[in-house]
Structures are given as structure tokens and as C-alpha cells.
């Protein structure tokens, strides 16, 4: 079971769930994503998964989402943006890093792919960048 809290339509996401006791918040400041640019990456289908180890002993998980313009309008890139919180409220408590960043791009085909399937694919790219070197 999770509790969970979201302020400002999102952009601040705390998951905690029951079990682990990790806790998931939302990363706002344009350092950090850059930051998780220089860490490891895992391009998939529907988005690219980039994680890197933050190495300052605090368990907690951040996630931050990112679409472009290429993508398509804003109602699309919301749309977007909607389906990666929500997979990564499902998925990232049980399979995401414990002291990393994450950031989810989103890829045109996130749109289209079942939930699922992108599910699937982020457990996947979870556990190919936990045992992948750094690129």
C-alpha cells in the first residue's frame, strides 16, 4: 500500500511505501537533471531512463519527467508526462535505485505502447542500469 502526497499538480511526488520505507520525491532544479545526464542511461521504446548515483548516504529516490517540444503540443506532452508519473508511481517503489536520480524522457512511442508494456520496460531499464557500467 502507498501513501502518497502531491502538491502543485505533481511536481512535488512523496511515495512511501509501507514495506521498503523509501521515499520518493520529485526533482525540480535544472542542475540535478543535468546532473543525472552524466550518470547512466537506458534508452527504451517509450522514454529514456538516466540514473545516477547521488553518493550522499540518503536512501531516498528523486524522480524527474521531461518531454520536448519535438514531441508534439503541450497537450500531448502533458498527456506524456501523466502516463510517466504513472508508471513511475507503480514501478519505481518496488524496482527504482535507493540514493539515485532518476529522469524519465518521454519518446513519442510512450503514447502508444500499452501501460504494460511500459511496465515492463521500466522494471527493464531499472535493472539494466543497476548492473551497467557508467557510459
Do not use: C, W, Y
Request: charged share 30%; proline share 4%; no cysteine.
Amino acid at each position: 500500500m502507498l501513501v502518497r502526497a502531491e502538491v502543485a499538480l505533481g511536481t512535488e511526488v512523496a511515495l512511501r511505501p509501507e514495506v521498503s520505507g523509501a521515499i520518493i520525491h520529485g526533482l525540480k532544479i535544472r542542475r540535478d537533471f543535468l546532473a543525472a545526464n552524466a550518470g547512466k542511461r537506458a534508452p527504451m521504446p517509450g522514454f529514456v531512463l538516466l540514473a545516477r548515483d547521488r553518493a550522499d548516504g540518503v536512501a531516498d529516490m528523486r524522480i524527474g519527467f521531461t518531454v520536448t517540444k519535438k514531441i508534439g503540443n503541450s497537450v500531448v506532452r502533458n498527456r506524456l508526462k501523466r502516463r510517466l508519473r504513472a508508471l513511475a508511481r507503480d514501478v519505481l517503489p518496488k524496482a527504482g535505485l535507493r540514493g539515485h536520480d532518476h529522469v524519465l524522457i518521454g519518446r513519442s512511442d510512450g503514447l502508444k505502447r500499452d501501460f504494460a508494456v511500459l511496465q515492463a520496460d521500466l522494471a527493464k531499464a531499472l535493472a539494466k542500469v543497476a548492473r551497467g557500467p557508467a557510459r
